[in-house]
């Protein structure tokens, strides 16, 4: 074919047997090594479609596009085939999947079924880079990626310690589905990966608003907020010889906020271990953020440091107590027991306990 194809002037006809002979020969190779068959095929294929459609051959136009189609929907359905019972799949199995999916892709680029399947198949197959790598391929193949693609490199993303793309992806997504609860969230765990915490906390306190009985949300806005309180108040240390009421009181309000999360989680969550573990842990992680600037505050500022330091301690005393007696081998939990305990000047309570860890 190529030979005839040197010879003369291309018809649609030649190249439309090329490219039969093309995915022909594509389907005798294993199938990671497809690819560049497929792309050739691909290339022919539409030359052909475009040169029947200009010798207005209403009768045989559409056959390029047919085969393609053929072609694709054999190649991803065996991809869809060997997924079905993914409870089962070993790797290489999830990867001979990915393999079929990417050679749908090559046939008919924007397939945008065959790039999500095909990253989800490489993902369990422990490829993520081959996921993320497909999923960008759509990104540029499809003009409007659909959600789904964009929420799922998004997340890779994430997984793969790529946060400023991810941000990226769903700041992209968001603009398309701005009510999207799930873009949201997923935009704000982005911000939170990439340190910036601020915009992470106005997203989260709009998923709350929407939400309030998400747990989910309230647990990420808290620890946000202790984050950014936290550094706030780092930084007052950092840069002042004397602690100011209004700069306290601007960071103290960050800790408050978290605080009355965390209860209301609790009241609302009462035997829900996990939340017993994270606001005991944001308590005694607080009082230890006060602690660090009881050295530059004075006065009243120095009375209501100590007030603060006393309250989240008093406050992680029940929730350790509790967490030690579901889980009484997590040495953790005891060594944090005792030194609550033991900042509270509750010296006995703490000697009673030092022997289980």
């Known amino acids: 074919m190529d030979k005839q194809l040197s010879k003369s002037d291309s018809t649609a006809s030649m190249l439309y047997q090329k490219g039969e002979l093309l995915i022909k020969l594509a389907e005798k190779k294993e199938v990671g090594s497809r690819l560049s068959t497929y792309q050739q095929a691909h290339t022919t ?5 475009q040169k029947y459609e200009q010798a207005y051959t209403n009768t045989d136009q559409n056959k390029a596009s047919e085969l393609l189609n053929v072609s694709w929907s054999n190649e991803h359905n065996k991809g869809v085939q060997i997924t079905q019972d993914d409870s089962v799949l070993a790797s290489d199995y999830y990867k001979r999947a990915g393999d079929h999916f990417h050679n749908a892709t090559v046939i008919i680029p924007d397939s945008a079924t065959s790039y999500k399947l095909g990253a989800q198949a490489y993902y369990h197959s422990q490829q993520p880079e081959k996921a993320i790598a497909l999923l960008e391929e759509a990104q540029k193949q499809i003009d409007r990626p659909p959600i789904p693609v964009l929420e799922q490199l998004g997340y890779l993303y994430l997984q793969n310690d790529q946060p400023q793309k991810a941000v990226r992806i769903y700041q992209q997504a968001v603009s398309i589905s701005d009510q999207n ?96 573990q994270q606001a005991a842990q944001f308590y005694l992680n607080s009082a230890s953020v006060y602690q660090q600037v009881q050295s530059i505050a004075t006065g009243d500022l120095a009375s209501t440091v100590q007030k603060r330091m006393k309250e989240f301690l008093t406050e992680s005393l029940p929730l350790y107590k509790a967490l030690t007696e579901k889980h009484p081998k997590n040495k953790t939990f005891w060594r944090n027991l005792y030194q609550t305990y033991s900042y509270l000047g509750m010296k006995e309570e703490a000697q009673n306990i030092k022997s289980n860890f």
């Open 45 to 49: 294929l539409m030359l052909s479609a």
């Open 181 to 276: 609860t799930n873009l949201i969230h997923g935009l704000s765990n982005a911000y939170i990966a990439n340190k910036q915490h601020q915009q992470a906390i106005q997203l989260l306190e709009s998923l709350v608003e929407q939400k309030s009985n998400n747990i989910i949300y309230k647990q990420s806005l808290a620890t946000e907020l202790y984050h950014i309180g936290s550094q706030q108040m780092d930084n007052l240390k950092k840069k002042q010889s004397k602690l100011t009421e209004n700069n306290f009181n601007s960071v103290d309000s960050l800790f408050q906020r978290a605080h009355t999360l965390f209860n209301k989680l609790l009241e609302d969550n009462p035997q829900n271990i996990n939340i017993k």
